[in-house]
């Protein structure tokens, strides 16, 4: 793209607090219920002024760059255990059960009108139970 006046940034954002793990059906997962989630303003501030400045890569939030820096010294075998070990069903009672982005529930609460339903997309979800905060 050099000499071109087009830049390129790629945007990894980590596991940020969107609907992304509703409708990848991952919200049982030790990522989503036992860890704290980006939020999604800051990690779409953090890409827009990459891509302002004219970087690269952006990766928003310390854990987000160590876990970028991990992957980098591990072998993908090993960084591939790593995301598997996070997609995993929680084992923690508790922890989170709902998106707290006020946007996604209302984009979920939008399809939800559309189509009749009451979770956002997934007919065959039906049996999940979504609690509110």
Do not use: C, W
């Not at 952006?58 to 072998?75: D, L, R």
Request: no cysteine; glycine share 12%; charged share 30%.
């Amino acid at each position: 793209m050099k000499g071109t006046g087009v830049t390129l940034t790629a945007l990894l954002p980590g596991a940020t607090d969107t609907d992304f793990f509703h409708k990848a059906r991952a919200e049982d997962t030790v990522i989503y219920k036992e860890t704290d989630l980006y939020d999604p303003a800051e990690v779409a501030k953090a890409g827009f002024e990459g891509l302002m400045a004219g970087k690269d890569k952006v990766i928003p939030g310390p854990m987000n760059k160590m876990q970028g820096i991990m992957s980098n010294v591990m072998t993908d075998k090993m960084a591939a255990g790593n995301i598997k070990k996070q997609m995993e069903p929680s084992e923690k009672d508790g922890g989170r059960f709902s998106i707290g982005h006020e946007r996604s529930a209302a984009e979920r609460e939008r399809i939800n009108k559309e189509t009749g339903g009451f979770d956002g997309d997934f007919e065959e979800h039906s049996g999940h139970v979504h609690k509110d905060k």
